[in-house]
């Protein structure tokens, strides 16, 4: 596993799945911020095995919390109805991998989503401040 080019192909996975999100007639109102952490995951990861130890535990630090966000604004996707479940279950699949492959720890497991209670049927009412 090269994991400077298996973090290139997140970010290409991420930006994929952006496009599609960004062309459904209802936008997700943060793709552009899963975008920059999908990016942000692959330039922190790249060139990985060039770098002295210490720089690659602290760029697979930086590539791994990136794709914890990632992973984190694809459950909202999914739980606000933007995404289902199938859509965001490939690039969710590869942020795990690649986050086992840089750090040698899972991610932590985000809420199941019987715990999340929705105040609307529309995505879009469904939060109030």
Do not use: C
């Not at 986050?99 to 497991?109: F, K, M, V, Y």
Request: cysteine-free; hydrophobic content about 40%.
């Amino acid at each position: 596993m090269n994991r400077s080019n298996d973090a290139f192909d997140f970010a290409i996975r991420v930006a994929e799945l952006v496009r599609y999100v960004r062309e459904k007639p209802e936008r997700f109102p943060l793709a552009a911020e899963m975008l920059a952490a999908g990016v942000r995951a692959g330039m922190a990861a790249r060139d990985l095995e060039d770098l002295a130890d210490a720089a690659q535990a602290s760029r697979a630090r930086e590539a791994s919390a990136a794709i914890d966000e990632v992973r984190y604004y694809l459950e909202m996707a999914v739980r606000s109805g933007y995404l289902t479940e199938l859509e965001a279950a490939r690039v969710r699949q590869m942020g795990t991998d690649l986050r086992e492959a840089l750090t040698g720890e899972s991610p932590l497991p985000l809420p199941l989503p019987s715990t999340y209670e929705s105040t609307s049927d529309h995505p879009d009412q469904g939060a109030s401040s």
